[in-house]
């Protein structure tokens, strides 16, 4: 029979995302409305091994549910990539009286949180809290829905200094690997062009679809570019490669970088980070572990650790189609 769960410990790591502090808020008062102790870990991995612990209640998380970031820190920890350093974890978890942990991150800190339960048998929960989006089993990851807000509201500014100066712009947005961010503002801010990991558009297509705007009566152009996409080394490689081929196109480049992290969540990454909270509790208290929990179907759902760190997020065919339609 499973140990009965007393103290549940959570912590944040990897890149911080808008909701982080809701879903801990979440866990807590989840914590307390169970009659379960609640454990901040300060410093994702790195203050498990070292301790980093501060108990915590209902009061403690007053306040924090419209703040980004995350109020206990974030860290990548190579030493808990070692296994001395992963010995060093489990011995603090118990020492401190920890029995369960909640993990609110992306795939780094659900691989970190699965060997944990592989080498120690120590329950874990997953919450993707990451703006990419990049995660399998869920439609939305924390901080996703407040990331394409951010981005819209850049986009719509920059447009007006493009449309002022006939100007092309390349506005380069977070995604290395995946171009959600890229593909839902680029439809949202009304885009020109729309450049993905996913979709290979060939320097020669995009340079056909920019003409194709400008014999259309266009004097200006968005080019929403993710920073993972093929079709160059880098935005600025694109910017030149425009150029030379489009002189008469004043180019400019606008690299929107870490901004996109930042901010207050949205009412609906508040909402989802107070849902996933909770679930993430009650499937621990339940026996369950090695889990994560997402969003499918407006339902939370779990999604085993391992098939959400394996698995893939597919962009949305459909949306791909309609931004094709939107550009003509």
């Not at 996703?144 to 819209?152: P, R």
């Amino acid at each position: 029979m499973a140990k009965k769960i007393k103290k549940i410990g959570v912590m944040t790591s990897g890149g911080d995302s808008p909701g982080m502090n809701a879903a801990i808020r979440a866990v807590v008062r989840a914590c307390a409305y169970h009659n379960i102790d609640c454990i901040g870990i300060y410093r994702g991995f790195d203050g498990v091994i070292e301790g980093d612990f501060k108990p915590m209640n209902a009061r403690s998380v007053k306040g924090i549910i419209n703040k980004g970031g995350t109020i206990l820190k974030s860290a990548r920890s190579d030493e808990f990539r070692t296994k001395e350093g992963r010995k060093k974890a489990h011995e603090s978890l118990t020492k401190a009286g920890i029995d369960a942990l909640v993990t609110i991150g992306g795939d780094g800190t659900f691989t970190g949180a699965l060997i944990l339960n592989k080498e120690y048998g120590f329950p874990v929960m997953g919450i993707p809290g990451t703006i990419d989006n990049d995660i399998f089993g869920t439609t939305n990851t924390l901080g996703y829905d407040t990331a394409l807000n951010t981005v819209v509201e850049a986009i719509d500014k920059i447009r007006d200094t493009a449309s002022s100066h006939n100007r092309l712009f390349f506005v380069e947005v977070m995604g290395r690997d995946a171009g959600h961010i890229a593909l839902n503002t680029g439809v949202g801010a009304g885009a020109e062009e729309i450049l993905i990991p996913e979709e290979d558009l060939g320097l020669d297509r995009l340079l056909e679809s920019l003409n194709r705007s400008k014999k259309s009566g266009k004097s200006s152009s968005i080019v929403v570019v993710a920073e993972g996409d093929k079709i160059g080394k880098n935005v600025f490689e694109l910017k030149d490669y425009v150029e030379e081929h489009m002189s008469y196109y004043d180019v400019r480049v606008s690299v929107l970088g870490h901004m996109q992290r930042g901010g207050s969540p949205s009412c609906f990454d508040r909402v989802l980070a107070s849902r996933m909270g909770v679930k993430a509790v009650e499937s621990l208290l339940e026996g369950k572990s090695n889990f994560m929990v997402g969003l499918q179907n407006n339902t939370m759902e779990l999604t085993p650790l391992e098939q959400a760190i394996k698995g893939k997020s597919a962009i949305n065919l459909e949306l791909l189609r309609v931004s094709d339609i939107m550009t003509t």
